[in-house]
């Protein structure tokens, strides 16, 4: 007489939470840390290779069961990134939003890696290099009237350009990470990239050390080169020109802006300097000029005074 084949089994334990992701017909259940989600192997398999793969494997004899359906445990964070992940599988409408909260687009980012959702990581991915773009037209797009700026597809929060370069460079999002940089750089004290920034619950967002390091030399970096030729102090720091119709007034709003703006990075707009100066007619169309090749060349730039490769070198290792 054959011996009977162990019984799978059960999954019970007190201290377990389900969540309110729980299909009545699911047929897999998903637990991380202590909080379990009921869904569907077809809905997985259909959106991750991995669990396309997981899911033909042969079961163990003994693979623990819940509710009949067998239990796949995740080294994952439950509230922060399973859930986030669940809903924007099986919620339409979660992705269509505007706007996300960061920690949504940083959960879809990492869980999207780890477990090859690629769908749900493109469209995470694109939301944080549509707030870090790769072209001058791009950042110039989303400058505030004052030439600030605030996300628009991720829920700004304070720290959130701490977050974004943290979450770009740690998941290889390499073409992020110059424009990245420059917005700390122009946005915080040298200080704050030491220091951090304290939060509204009683934390602080702060920068590792290698991001710590890129900020600072890549501020005096650019500092450096901006007053030379070709960049974008670089014609005013040389002087009037022989066509100029009036030396003594345009030497005078040379002076201020340097005193006023030498110190600023150079990729504000340009509406902030001129708004507040003029020139003569020939030293204005030459200032101008010159300080919209100067962007170029900054930006063209830009990965380089932060110890990255060229823009088209800059690839997203996803």
């Known amino acids: ?15 377990l939470t389900r969540s309110k992701i729980w299909y009545k017909d699911g047929s897999v259940v998903l637990q991380a840390e202590n909080t379990q989600f009921r869904v569907h192997w077809g809905v997985l398999s259909e959106n991750s290779a991995f669990f396309a793969g997981l899911e033909e494997l042969p079961q163990p004899s003994d693979q623990p069961t819940v509710d009949g359906c067998p239990l796949v445990e995740l080294s994952d964070d439950a509230v922060v990134d399973v859930e986030y992940l669940l809903k924007a599988l099986y919620i339409p409408i979660f992705l269509l939003q505007k706007v996300l909260p960061f920690a949504v687009v940083a959960a879809l980012i990492r869980l999207g890696r780890k477990y090859d959702f690629r769908d749900l990581l493109d469209t995470a991915v694109e939301r944080l290099m549509f707030e870090n773009p790769t072209t001058l037209e791009g950042y110039d797009a989303l400058l505030t009237a004052d030439d600030g700026y605030r996300t628009t597809r991720i829920l700004d929060q304070p720290g959130i350009l701490y977050d974004m370069l943290t979450l770009a460079r740690e998941n290889n999002i390499q073409s992020a990470l110059p424009c990245a940089y420059y917005r700390i750089i122009y946005q915080y004290h040298q200080r704050e990239f030491f220091e951090g920034i304290d939060l509204e619950d009683g934390t602080r967002a702060s920068l590792a050390p290698v991001d710590q390091i890129r900020c600072v030399l890549g501020r005096e970096a650019i500092l450096k080169v901006q007053s030379q030729s070709g960049y974008t102090f670089g014609c005013i720091y040389s002087g ?3 066509d100029c119709t009036d030396p003594t007034k345009c030497t005078r709003r040379r002076v201020r802006i340097l005193r006023r703006y030498g110190e600023t990075l150079p990729l504000f707009a340009l509406e902030l300097v001129s708004g507040a100066t003029s ?3 020939s030293c204005d169309h030459r200032y101008k000029e010159s300080w919209t090749t100067g962007r170029k060349k900054v930006w063209e730039e830009l990965p380089k005074f932060f110890d990255l490769l060229p823009w088209d070198q800059l690839t997203n290792d996803l």
């Not at 054959?2 to 007190?14: M, V």
């Open 1 to 15: 007489m054959s011996e009977s084949p162990p019984a799978k089994r059960q999954r019970t334990d007190a201290s």
């Open 279 to 281: 020139f003569c007619p």
């Open 240 to 242: 009037t020109e022989d």
